[in-house]
């Protein structure tokens, strides 16, 4: 007789209670998970929805290395960890460790797992399973993708309540049974189970009677966590644009693009968060694949998904079908396909994203926003179709302090709700409040009202919602899609720029919505343009200089200021200090105890007085101000005796690393944590003496210690990661031989570093209280030189 043991899933159909309470007599003691000290947001979830909840960081106490996605660990997890009691939550997480232990197929293990199905007479998997029809039998197969095993028979019915098995593949708990008959035809799996692991019913009732006990802002709060971020780390713009990326699943025919640096989970929820979702590289798909198969009449992705996500979309040198593409344009515009004879209609919606290799003032200096994609995606057509423009660029990099521990839904029932949502359409709920500009074209309109919609679903699914609660979802909206036109009018000197402004009801006073790019960069952003208020030339008068002395206050503006004046005091015309004559250009002379006078290179007066003349707008400078840092840098050395202070990166490099692209850091030890800083500051001062729209590589060259290598690696990694949003690309490499301490930089300096960067006595910068972490000048020093030489 067959051995049953191994078959969970009539366990897996019942409550979680039972199966956590027979178990956890031993579960809390050692080896358990650690327990959470809950919000009073937790609290309410869990009394509210305590059988459609769970902790978010159980996954990864579960998920070990199986190649899983998070919706089929939570799904587990839901029968087993849906309490908060911790002896029945520790139970929960072995019972599914166990099962994934025992039923989930690693490629490696398949083998293995083919001689137990064998040995036992049947087993459970738990696989990635696609079906085909096989016409010369006509019979439906089944093939396991980490098994290894195909051409198992399955039923028609099953087919039928689970279509797509027939397209990419579903995951599910499957169980084997092995019935060998000696046919060399035959192979001697057969199934006698199957259950996609995923939610089957409606639930849209109560989860509307639910929301009715949240606040908005606890709702959307609740929306992160069961996404798996914390929300207290986010601000409220950032939760929203975090939601954006879940709009697609929750509305049909939604068109989005998301570009951005890399590491900021662009994919994630894509391929983590839905059962209803797919994500495929952008450069596997075919319209055979996408749309519908001629040869077969098999109709594609978009026939079976709610939403079809291609990863790596961007990359100007990848080439993509025009027939593709133009198939690609006439659905997303019409919801609709044509292939041979045939229109068919599909409902799911597309989403691209991709990395860029730009910053955006970069981008918007030298080309647009869209500038990374393939040149047959670079067409106003095809992105005239986009409903939302999604910045990346906003997105920081995902650190593992932005995940929550608390609770959150299910994903999968989630989904589910999402999903059901679909049918929903609030496009137009925000009319009796505000009005659009009448400027505003067609494909505007539904770009904002199908984001408006997916927005109100998500965060007021019962489609009521106050003037005040709408205006926020209506300004977002409107920025997505009015990005998108903006850059197409960069694209296509045809198109017109429109007016991006609504009216409130009663009110004629138009209220315009900015992007932050247009506000954060009006120089680059319009070039000499001309937006509602009249010319943007008088932004565009100071062009750079907005980036050097005028809106920064911890940079260009403070800091930069700092490098290029602080060595002549104010007042002073001569350039002296206290009636001595400033130092010679690159040449020092040691702080004089009585007087305080700096040891640093200085500027001579005449430049400070005219670096402090540029905020008046009638004057346009014949040198940007970072032309004129770089042509104070002198030949010289200069000395500081230990315990001084005044000593900081700007002052001692920013004139002769202004305007390189290209620098070399020589520096053996930058290895531990108060070294990495060194760098990170070092590198603050090349973005300081940078045109914000110009890149620099700097090249790292250091020492490593075994010991610390790991840590070592992983923080250069997030230096790297952090500079390169703002245009400093860090690259690096390790030396053991090299004792040489130098910046040499493509513009002919090269300046020798006595001590490197480690300049300063060590002090408490575990405090944040303390002014000596952010400012440098009030910093001793240890006894230095710096020596600058012409190549």
């Given at each position: 007789m067959a051995d049953e043991s191994n078959d969970v899933s009539g366990s897996l159909t019942g409550a979680g209670a039972g199966a956590g309470a027979g178990a956890g007599a031993g579960a809390g003691a050692e080896g358990g998970v650690a327990a959470l000290v809950m919000s009073n947001l937790d609290r309410k979830i869990t009394d509210d929805f305590s059988q459609y909840t769970v902790r978010k960081d159980l996954v990864s106490e579960v998920k070990g290395n199986a190649l899983v996605p998070s919706y089929v660990l939570e799904y587990l997890l839901s029968k087993y960890a849906t309490t908060t009691d911790q002896e029945s939550i520790n139970a929960g997480v072995k019972r599914v460790r166990d099962i994934l232990a025992d039923n989930y197929v690693h490629r490696e293990e398949a083998n293995l797992i083919q001689s137990k199905i064998r040995e036992k007479g049947r087993y459970q998997v738990i696989d990635k399973v696609q079906v085909a029809l096989n016409e010369k039998l006509d019979r439906y197969e089944a093939t396991f993708e980490n098994l290894g095993i195909s051409r198992v028979v399955v039923d028609s019915i099953t087919v039928d309540k689970n279509p797509k098995l027939l397209v990419t593949g579903i995951w599910c708990m499957c169980t084997l049974v092995y019935a060998y008959s000696g046919d060399r035809d035959e192979v001697p799996w057969r199934l006698h189970r199957l259950m996609p692991v995923q939610m089957s019913h409606d639930d849209r009732e109560n989860y509307l009677a639910?929301?009715?006990?949240?606040?908005?802002?606890?709702?959307?709060?609740?929306?992160?966590?069961?996404?798996?971020?914390?929300?207290?780390?986010?601000?409220?713009?950032?939760?929203?644009?975090?939601l954006v990326r879940m709009i697609p699943f929750v509305e049909r025919n939604y068109n989005l693009i998301e570009l951005?640096?890399?590491?900021?989970?662009?994919?994630?929820?894509?391929?983590?968060?839905?059962?209803?979702?797919?994500?495929?590289?952008?450069?596997?798909?075919?319209?055979?694949?996408?749309?519908?198969?001629?040869?077969?009449?098999?109709?594609?992705?978009?026939?079976?998904w709610d939403t079809v996500a291609f990863d790596e979309f961007a990359g100007k040198a990848k080439k993509a079908d025009k027939a593709l593409v133009d198939i690609m344009k006439n659905y997303m515009a019409n919801k609709s396909f044509s292939r041979g004879?045939?229109?068919?209609?599909?409902?799911?919606?597309m989403v691209f994203v991709g990395n860029t290799s730009h910053n955006v003032p970069y981008m918007l200096k030298n080309s647009d926003l869209f500038e990374e994609l393939p040149v047959q995606y670079h067409d106003p057509a095809f992105l005239d179709r986009i409903h939302y423009y999604l910045p990346g660029w906003e997105f920081e990099q995902i650190?593992?302090?932005?995940?929550?521990?608390?609770?959150?839904?299910?994903?999968?029932?989630?989904?589910?709700?999402?999903?059901?949502?679909?049918?929903?359409?609030?496009?137009?709920?925000?009319?009796?409040?505000?009005?659009?500009?009448?400027?505003?074209?067609t494909r505007d309109k539904d770009g904002v009202r199908k984001t408006f919609s997916g927005l109100m679903k998500l965060i007021y699914p019962s489609g009521q919602a106050t003037a005040e609660q709408m205006e926020p979802l209506l300004r977002c909206a409107i920025e997505g899609r009015k990005r998108v036109k903006d850059q197409l009018c960069r694209i296509d000197s045809t198109m017109t720029a429109v007016d991006f402004s609504y009216t409130r009801a009663g009110s004629v006073e138009p209220v315009a919505v900015h992007v932050l790019e247009e506000d954060d960069y009006p120089e680059l952003?319009?070039?000499?343009?001309?937006?509602?208020?009249?010319?943007r030339d008088e932004a565009a008068s100071g062009a750079v200089v907005s980036a050097v002395f005028a809106n920064d206050a911890d940079g260009l503006g403070a800091e930069k200021a700092d490098s290029v004046t602080d060595t002549v005091p104010a007042g002073d015309s001569n350039g002296s200090v206290d009636?001595?004559?400033a130092a010679p250009v690159g040449v020092t002379r040691k702080a004089d105890s009585a007087n305080g006078a700096e040891a640093v290179p200085s500027v001579p007066a005449a430049a400070a007085h005219e670096s402090a003349s540029l905020s008046a707008p009638a004057r346009v400078p014949s040198l940007s101000p970072i032309e004129r840092a770089a042509a104070a840098a002198k030949e010289g050395h200069i000395e500081f005796a230990e315990s001084q202070r005044g000593a900081t990166y700007n002052k001692l490099f920013g004139s002769y690393v202004a305007g390189a692209k290209h620098?070399?850091?020589?520096?053996?030890?930058?290895?531990?944590?108060?070294?990495?800083?060194?760098?990170?500051?070092?590198?603050?001062?090349?973005?300081?003496?940078?045109?914000?729209?110009?890149?620099?590589?700097?090249?790292?060259?250091?020492?490593?210690?075994?010991?610390?290598?790991?840590?070592?690696?992983?923080?250069?990694?997030?230096?790297?990661?952090?500079?390169?949003t703002l245009g400093i690309t860090l690259t690096y490499e390790f030396s053991d031989t090299g004792h040489d301490r130098s910046i040499v930089t493509d513009t002919g300096w090269r300046v020798a570093l006595g001590r490197g960067l480690d300049i300063y006595q060590r002090y408490s910068d575990n405090d944040w209280l303390n002014p000596l972490t952010r400012q440098?000048?009030?910093?001793?020093?240890?006894?230095?030189?710096?020596?600058?030489?012409r190549k």
């Open positions: 639910m929301r009715a006990k949240f606040t908005a802002g606890e709702w959307i709060d609740l929306l992160m966590q069961s996404v798996g971020f914390n929300p207290d780390l986010f601000g409220d713009r950032a939760k929203l644009l975090h951005g640096p890399k590491g900021t989970g662009k994919s994630h929820i894509y391929s983590e968060f839905s059962p209803h979702g797919m994500l495929i590289s952008g450069g596997e798909v075919t319209a055979a694949k996408l749309f519908v198969n001629n040869a077969n009449k098999q109709i594609g992705l978009v026939g079976y004879t045939n229109v068919m209609q599909a409902e799911a919606s650190r593992t302090e932005m995940f929550t521990s608390g609770y959150g839904f299910v994903v999968d029932y989630l989904a589910e709700i999402l999903h059901n949502l679909r049918n929903v359409d609030y496009g137009s709920a925000f009319e009796k409040y505000f009005k659009l500009s009448p400027s505003l074209s952003y319009w070039r000499g343009g001309y937006d509602e208020a009249g010319e009636g001595k004559p620098i070399t850091l020589k520096d053996p030890y930058i290895r531990l944590p108060y070294q990495i800083r060194n760098l990170a500051e070092f590198l603050e001062t090349v973005f300081t003496y940078t045109d914000r729209s110009d890149e620099v590589h700097v090249h790292l060259i250091t020492g490593c210690d075994e010991e610390y290598a790991d840590r070592q690696i992983d923080n250069l990694n997030q230096v790297q990661a952090t500079f390169g440098q000048k009030l910093r001793r020093v240890k006894e230095f030189s710096v020596v600058y030489q």
